[in-house]
C-alpha cells in the first residue's frame, strides 16, 4: 500500500513539473518576439509593374523586425485599392501615389464625401510628368500642344487625370486639340512612330522604357513644364513636385539639355492599427536599407532618404514621426 502511495506521489510531482517546464517554454517564446509579432500584408500594384518589385525587395528588410512574423507581398488594382483595403484592414502598408492620397485625405474625386484616415510611414520616388513630342511638331511647350493630335493615356488613368491638369494650367481643353486618343504608353509610341501623333503625355519613373523605344530611331523633344506654369500647377495641386531630368546621363535618355517638369510622388502608407513601435522600427530600416548597396530596384535608388520624410500630402504615423524627429529630417 505504502508502495502504491509512493508511485502516486511520483506522478504527481512528474505531471506538475512537465507543466512547469510548459510554461517556461511558452515564456522563452514570447521573450523572443514571437507571440508579439504579427503578419503585414504588403498591397502593392500589378505583378509586371514597380510597386510590386518594391514590395518584393522591401519583404526581408521588413521581416527583420522583432514586431514583425511575416511580410505577404499582395498584387493589387493600385492606390485606390490600397487605401481601400487598408480602411478595411485587408492591408497594413501600402504604396500608393500622393494625388490619389490627396483625394482620400481630402474626401475628393473617388473618395468623394469620403474622407480615409492615411497615415504615412516614407515618400519614395516621383512618377514624372514626361510630355514628349515629335521633332517635327513644332511643339515647343505645352501651349503648343493646341490644334496638335496628342495621347492623354487610358481613360482615368494616372496618366490623363495629369494631362488634364496640365493642361487645364496652360488655359487648355480637349476641344483645344485636333485629335485626342486614349492609348496606353506602347500604342502612343506606335501612333508617334507612324504619325498619326504629334505628342503623348506619359506619367512614370525615369526612363520610360517606351520613350526610350521612341527615342531609338525617331527625334524627339521633351516639353518641359516650369516657371509659372508649374507654380500654377502646384498651387492648385499640392501633390506635384518639381523634378528635373538630368542631362547626359545614359540611364536617364542621354539628353543634351535637361528638363524640368514635375512629378507626383509615391508614398508608403501604413495602417493606424500599426503601434507607435512597429512603425519606427520599419521606418529605420527602410532609411538603413536605402543607404546601402542593396537596394536593387531601380525607382528606389533615385529615393533620397534625407528628403523622405518632407512635403508629403498625408499626415506621418506617430512612429514614423518619432524616427524622423530624432534623426532632425523634419522642416
Not at 493589387?76 to 494625388?99: E, F, H, R
Not at 503648343?144 to 494650367?169: I, P, T, W
Request: net charge negative; glycine share 10%.
Amino acid at each position: 500500500m505504502k508502495k502504491l502511495k509512493w508511485i502516486s506521489m511520483i506522478a504527481i510531482v512528474s505531471i506538475l513539473l512537465a507543466a512547469c517546464g510548459s510554461d517556461g517554454a511558452s515564456g522563452g517564446d514570447s521573450g523572443g518576439g514571437d507571440s508579439t509579432s504579427q503578419s503585414v500584408v504588403f498591397g502593392t500594384g500589378g505583378t509586371s509593374g514597380a510597386y510590386y518589385a518594391i514590395g518584393g525587395s522591401l519583404k526581408p528588410i521588413f521581416e527583420e523586425s522583432d514586431s514583425i512574423g511575416n511580410v505577404t507581398v499582395e498584387s493589387t488594382g493600385a492606390s485606390v485599392a490600397n487605401i481601400q483595403n487598408i480602411t478595411d484592414g485587408l492591408n497594413q502598408m501600402a504604396i500608393v501615389m500622393s494625388d490619389v492620397a490627396y483625394d482620400a485625405v481630402e474626401g475628393k474625386g473617388q473618395f468623394e464625401g469620403n474622407k480615409v484616415d492615411v497615415q504615412a510611414m516614407a515618400g519614395m520616388y516621383q512618377n514624372v510628368v514626361q510630355v514628349v513630342a515629335m521633332s517635327d511638331s513644332g511643339i515647343k511647350s505645352i501651349e503648343d500642344l493646341k490644334g496638335k493630335k496628342v495621347g492623354v493615356g487610358q481613360v482615368g488613368s494616372g496618366v490623363e487625370q495629369s494631362a488634364k491638369k496640365v493642361l487645364e494650367a496652360a488655359g487648355l481643353t480637349y476641344d483645344d486639340l485636333e485629335k485626342v486618343t486614349h492609348t496606353g504608353y506602347a500604342d502612343s509610341v506606335q501612333e508617334m512612330k507612324n504619325g498619326t501623333l504629334d505628342a503623348a503625355f506619359f506619367t512614370s519613373g525615369v526612363p520610360n522604357s517606351n520613350i526610350t523605344d521612341l527615342m531609338q530611331q525617331n527625334d524627339v523633344s521633351f516639353v518641359e513644364i516650369k516657371g509659372d506654369l508649374a507654380d500654377k500647377l502646384m498651387e492648385k495641386y499640392p501633390f506635384y513636385k518639381t523634378f528635373t531630368i538630368d542631362s547626359g546621363d545614359e540611364a536617364k535618355y542621354n539628353l543634351d539639355s535637361k528638363v524640368e517638369t514635375v512629378g507626383i510622388q509615391n508614398m508608403l502608407i501604413v495602417s493606424k492599427d500599426l503601434s507607435e513601435d512597429t512603425v519606427y522600427d520599419l521606418t529605420k530600416r527602410y532609411y538603413d536599407y536605402l543607404g546601402t548597396d542593396a537596394v536593387a530596384v531601380a525607382p528606389l535608388k533615385e529615393v533620397d532618404r534625407d528628403e523622405m520624410a518632407k512635403d508629403l500630402i498625408a499626415p506621418l504615423h506617430p512612429g514614423a514621426k518619432k524616427f524622423y524627429e530624432e534623426k532632425g529630417l523634419l522642416e
